[in-house]
Nanobody, 115 residues
């Protein structure tokens, strides 16, 4: 079992930045992949960033070059640095852990980009 708790969401103006954090209840090294998803109102949940244990990362085209996924092994934390935010980035953001063939989700954190 893996418990995940996201934090760092909030209201930010267009062009601003936020850093989301995801705290895990187990060692990051035991997790195959950590992912960030988001779900905007009326839309399907979408994968926006993924970091596999070996270090490779993938991003959705909509966030490539603006968002960065990283981790801190010592703190068992995963982060999503979000820069140059746009109104269309408004969504609930979730982290997900892929471990032993199972998916574990956090409760989500709201990000609102508005002037």
């Amino acid at each position: 079992q893996v418990r995940l708790v996201e934090s760092g969401g909030g209201l930010v103006q267009p062009g601003g930045s936020l850093r989301l954090a995801c705290a895990t209840s187990v060692s990051i090294d035991s997790i195959y992949a950590m992912n960030w998803y988001r779900q905007a109102p009326g839309k399907q949940r979408e994968l926006i960033a993924r970091r596999i244990h070996g270090g490779s990362t993938n991003y959705a085209a909509s966030v490539e070059g603006r968002f960065t996924i990283s981790r801190d092994n010592a703190k068992n934390m995963v982060y999503l640095q979000m820069n140059s935010l746009k109104p269309e980035d408004t969504a609930v953001y979730y982290c997900k852990a892929d471990k032993s063939g199972l998916d574990f989700w956090g409760q989500g954190t709201q990000v609102t980009v508005s002037s």
